[in-house]
């Protein structure tokens, strides 16, 4: 930690802007998102305001609380990028990990609820992407936005991989064969979260009591805890490891992608389900 502090995230000299080639890179690209998010958005609003004949109800399909819950997940997994990525400017490892852990947590809850959102209107509501122009518009926007976010996790779940990556001679194939190690953990934990969420908002909105889930989900809910303990076990210092300070920009350069999202879905969820309340 005697060097922390040397290191200006926020201006590079040796480029001719001043801003690190990394970020400037993702700032364009955020820029071309911008646009294509604009022209998804738009489409959907101006069909909402005229709609064709027969078009549904988006009233009766709409789950306000559900699509209210995962917002507000969402929203949190974006503060706790915010924590790593000024975990990772002080060279705080450890928190960087944990904070890297919940943020993939939250966007797999975000998943989760959404997954089940689709197959809820398809199965229950009738409301596919071919039968009504709302639904074209609305899976096409919504489920773009969920792939962003799909990538987003895989992203997050790479860099936590690779700030394991010993540093020197010591990087070789031990530290492959825990890096899929951690990745089998990963896929394990996932699987059994995403089952779990989804029972976890089935059973919600089914009034079943808390025990009965329980008693029917033992095996998901247990390989979750199970799995995420394990990863925040494994998240802590154990010696030197190349990923450090100064990846910062790596890490803030996630944040950028990661906190954009979350500002795409802000203005989905305000135009496409709150509009619909007003």
């Known amino acids: 930690m005697s060097h922390a502090g040397t290191i200006d995230h926020h201006h590079d000299a040796t480029t001719a802007t001043g801003i690190p080639n990394k970020k400037l890179f993702m700032w364009a690209f955020l820029a071309s998102d911008c646009m294509f998010f604009g022209a998804l958005i738009s489409t959907h609003l101006i069909y909402r305001l005229h709609p064709p004949p027969g078009s549904p109800s988006p009233r009766q399909i709409f789950s306000i609380e559900l699509t209210s819950f995962s917002?507000?997940?969402?929203l949190m997994s974006s503060l706790l990028m915010a924590l790593a990525v000024n975990?990772?400017?002080?060279?705080?490892?450890t928190s960087t990990r944990h904070n890297?852990?919940?943020?993939?947590?939250?966007?797999?809850?975000?998943?989760g609820c959404q997954v089940y959102e689709f197959t809820h209107f398809v199965h229950e509501k009738g409301l596919t992407l071919s039968n009504s122009l709302f639904g074209s518009t609305f899976y096409t926007l919504t489920g773009t936005h969920g792939c962003h976010v799909a990538i987003g996790v895989l992203w997050l779940i790479l860099t936590y991989i690779r700030s394991f990556k010993p540093a020197g001679a010591d990087a070789g194939r031990p530290w492959l064969a825990g890096a899929f190690f951690h990745f089998f953990i990963?896929?394990?934990t996932i699987v059994a979260g995403m089952a779990t969420v989804l029972s976890g908002v089935h059973a919600h909105l089914a009034r079943e009591p808390f025990r009965e889930f329980i008693s029917h989900n033992l095996l998901a809910v247990g390989t979750t805890i199970v799995g995420l303990a394990i990863l925040t076990y494994l998240g802590r210092s154990r010696g030197a490891v190349e990923f450090g300070e100064a990846n910062a920009i790596d890490v803030e350069s996630m944040g950028l992608y990661w906190h954009f999202v979350d500002i795409v879905w802000i203005v989905i969820f305000t135009a496409v389900y709150l509009l619909e309340y007003l």
């Open 71 to 74: 917002t507000f997940i969402l």
């Open 87 to 93: 975990a990772i400017q002080k060279n705080y490892l």
């Open 100 to 111: 890297l852990l919940g943020t993939i947590f939250f966007g797999l809850i975000f998943l």
């Open 186 to 188: 990963f896929a394990l």
